[in-house]
């Protein structure tokens, strides 16, 4: 099933725009927090509502890397990489 809207949520639209960041960090990220031991800690402190603190994880994590500051390094990639 595919939802899409007819208009333009600003905050989605934008975050939408800089997939291929979020897509390509986000693994590296969870794989450190896994190795250090985050999340079986968690789990351990917040057995009961380790599921909200996990998606909340995943929404901070997804903010963090739509910064402005990863989508500067993504486009001086491809604009270096990529050059007609």
């Known amino acids: ?5 007819n208009k333009k949520i600003k905050i989605i639209t934008n975050l939408g725009k800089k997939t291929l960041q979020v897509y390509v960090l986000h693994q590296t990220i969870i794989m450190f927090m896994n ?3 985050l999340f079986n800690q968690l789990e351990k402190i917040f057995s009961d509502y380790f599921i909200y603190i996990y998606l909340l994880i995943a929404v901070m994590l997804t903010f963090f890397l739509s910064l402005r ?3 500067k390094i993504f486009n001086y990639i491809k604009n270096t990489m990529f050059v007609n």
């Open 1 to 5: 099933m595919c939802i899409i809207p």
């Open 35 to 37: 190795g250090i031991g």
């Open 69 to 71: 500051l990863f989508t």
